[in-house]
């Protein structure tokens, strides 16, 4: 059967790409192209080769956009009449009758393909296809490039729309240049709105990358100039500059830059699901007196300049990962003991179903988090009467699952109502065939991702979270290279944030008896089907 299948899929792209080829030859008036281009969007996977590539045979990739946001296309090249080498693809500026947007504001990245071996069996979440090959996953730097005969590789086309573009609509020249063949020329259209991102970042998330991995990688290379590329480039995500672990250490002043682009959540200090003690206590003491008394001196050193700053409110202390009841009594005196003295507020996956409702938890647990399929709405709204606040987590993402998936978390938060998004690591950067092996011993993964199509990174990493869960930026030799996962979760987190200002506006519409043709546009706007979360 399986052969069968792969013989299926072979036919029924060799039928897609004779399509294409007809379609260009009618087009372009080329009868026997060496190679024809297109245009896909970021939602959807352009296969290298064995699945079928579909995209939209056009001379014009079209973009609508608000002033602020970073918005993708995939051009897409298919050498379908023999192999192409050293491609080079170019973007001029932006220009129309509103003015110039420089070239600068736009990246062509190769999508590099990592090797799938061992395609997981979906057990929560659906995944695309159970196809062992090259999955295309890693945003490369720009670089020339080949194309092998019969292979369909995308580039991934990246536009910052900067604050001050004036409305109106755009075009800037795209050229596609082997070195063996003709240049194509095709064009970018981007349609910039009269509206802008906001400013804010309104989705809470503890996206945690852990610096020590990063050292462990890196090894001398890791470098303050090249720790500071990757907060950049996390903090470009909106994403919260916040590690779940105790030797991760964000300076001050790397913070408070991070809140001055957005930053909405500090993760000042965690401590172990077990405090430290071999089992679950059942008297004193709760927590072991020396991981107290560091986290106590850490709480010193940083609760007082929150407080100045006025940022306490923003700030969590972390502890009691995934604990059960066994541990509850701890965790509510180690908990009572942090808020009398430190006035922060606590956060903690605990296995509480609950919420705190029935547990004693409520007041001494400020954040709950449950795993997204453990989520239950009915209850998460009670425990929100009573004070708390209700988070979710995810353990499984990975590149099998569909990129829909990627840009309909922040949406699915929104739906639900949640008060933020954990995942427990984004670069888990790791290499070898057992869990926790020294770096020595990796078999794989033990150099940065090199500019290659059929990437040497192994997604398998060590087999513990396979295929790249937790793992959503990859070390490049000189700064970080994205994923298609994370570039669609970003997209997900702008629209989250428009959604949130949707939402107050409406609320400012219907306090002041606003416009009423206002309010229903915007009720619409905000209604989110059921079909966009698993229940």
Known sequence: WAALSR?????????????????????????????????????????????????????????????????????????????????????????????????????????GFVHLDKPQTPIVHPVEAMYIGWWPEILLDPFEFDVSKGDTQPVWLSVTMPRAAKPGVYTAPVEVAPANAPAVKLTLEVKVWDCELPRAWHLRSIMSFHDGWARKFYESAWTPALRQKFLDFLVARRINLTSMYGDTDFTWDELMKAVEAGQNTILVYTIPSNAGLGKPPTAPPWIDEKMLAATCKKLDEWCPKLKQAGLLDKALFYGFDEVHKEWFEAARRVFRIIKERYGIQTFSTLQDASYGLDTGLTGLVDNFSPLIQLYDRPQARKARAAGAKVWWYETDWNIEQRLTRSRL???????????????????RWRGGDKLGLPKSQWKWNTQPVANQILNEWNPWLDGGTPNSTANYLYPGASGPLSSTRLENFRDGVEEYDLLCEARQRLSQLKATRGDAAKVAALEKALTIEESFIKS
């Open 7 to 111: 013989e299926f899929r072979a036919v029924e792209r060799d039928v897609a790409l004779a399509a294409t080829v007809g379609e260009w030859a009618v087009r372009r008036n080329e009868k026997s192209p060496r190679y024809v281009v297109g245009w896909q969007n970021t939602l959807t996977r352009v296969w290298l080769r064995d699945l079928s590539a579909n995209w939209r045979m056009t001379d014009v990739g079209h973009l609508d956009m608000m002033k602020g946001e970073t918005e993708g296309i995939q051009l897409v090249i298919a050498a379908v009449g023999g192999a192409l080498s050293k491609v080079k693809v170019t973007v001029g500026d932006l220009a129309g009758s509103s003015g110039r947007i420089p070239a600068t504001s736009i990246t062509a990245h190769p999508i």
């Open 409 to 427: 978390i922040p949406w699915q938060t929104f739906k639900v109502e949640a008060d933020g998004f954990l995942i427990w690591c984004i670069n």
